[in-house]
């Protein structure tokens, strides 16, 4: 059975939201109770990699692109999402390997492609122009980047009408309004999101030849990024 989201219900939170071992634990129920759609913009990504690369989360990717035996590689700055992710890949028999490092450090070169399922909107936003341009050289000729991102609208009205929207979606998910809250007030330094056209203007300064979403539902959307 798999581990349920309840961690806004206790009295007491955290400051600033933490992926550590408590949320590595529930973090499948968060992002597919949290995120619209989460399951099929991966089920999508595998079919891009598929039919775009012809060769070379992950485990679907993996699953999908069984056949062409590609080197997977994943990687997170926090030891406990790696430790459930590397648990998870053992049980599904799926050969993949994980690093623990932070993505300003990690070793990009020679990439067929690069997936961020939200978590550009993690880093610093003085810091993300240089990380997507390591992106960008750490990339084969013709090499493609997945990006999937929160966002935001620069239209007052419309962005409180969506955001109303998604809260709705999570209410229907079996949130409640009090963890709803909380979860949001745990984000508010941690979470930044860009709009769309911010994300979009990062990968054309970067050096990207073409870039278009793929996906969009409400605040959420995902990007594919050529070389």
């Known amino acids: 059975m798999k581990n349920k989201d309840k961690i806004f219900r206790i009295d007491k939170i955290k400051t600033d939201f933490q992926?550590?071992?408590e949320v590595a634990q529930i973090f499948d129920d968060m992002l597919n109770r949290s995120i619209p759609f989460y399951r099929e913009v991966i089920?999508?990504?595998?079919?891009?990699l598929n039919s775009y690369l012809g060769k070379n989360t992950l485990l679907y990717i993996a699953n999908v692109l069984k056949e062409k035996n590609p080197a997977l590689i994943g990687i997170d700055n926090s030891k406990d999402m790696i430790e459930k992710a590397k648990e998870k890949a053992k049980a599904y028999g799926k050969e993949i390997n994980f690093a623990v490092s932070?993505?300003?450090?990690?070793?990009?070169?020679?990439?067929?492609?690069?997936v961020m399922n939200y978590?550009?909107?993690f880093i610093r936003p003085i810091k993300r122009p240089e990380i997507v341009k390591k992106v960008f050289d750490g990339l084969?000729?013709?090499?493609?980047?997945?990006?999937?991102?929160?966002i935001v609208f620069e239209h007052p009205k419309?962005?409180?009408?969506?955001l109303e929207i998604y809260y709705n979606f999570k209410k229907k998910?079996?949130?409640?309004?009090?963890?709803?809250?909380?979860?949001?007030?745990a984000l508010e330094n941690v979470l930044i999101p860009f709009t769309l056209e911010e994300n979009l203007s990062l990968l054309k300064k970067a050096g990207?030849?073409?870039t278009t979403p793929f996906f969009q539902w409400i605040n959420f959307a995902s990007i594919i990024a050529v070389k």
């Open 19 to 21: 992926f550590d071992r």
């Open 43 to 48: 089920e999508a990504t595998g079919e891009i």
């Open 102 to 114: 932070d993505i300003e450090k990690a070793d990009i070169s020679e990439a067929d492609a690069v």
């Open 119 to 121: 978590t550009l909107q």
């Open 140 to 150: 084969k000729s013709e090499g493609i980047f997945i990006l999937s991102e929160k």
């Open 158 to 162: 419309l962005n409180r009408d969506f």
């Open 173 to 185: 998910q079996g949130y409640s309004e009090l963890e709803i809250a909380r979860k949001r007030e």
């Open 208 to 210: 990207f030849s073409y």
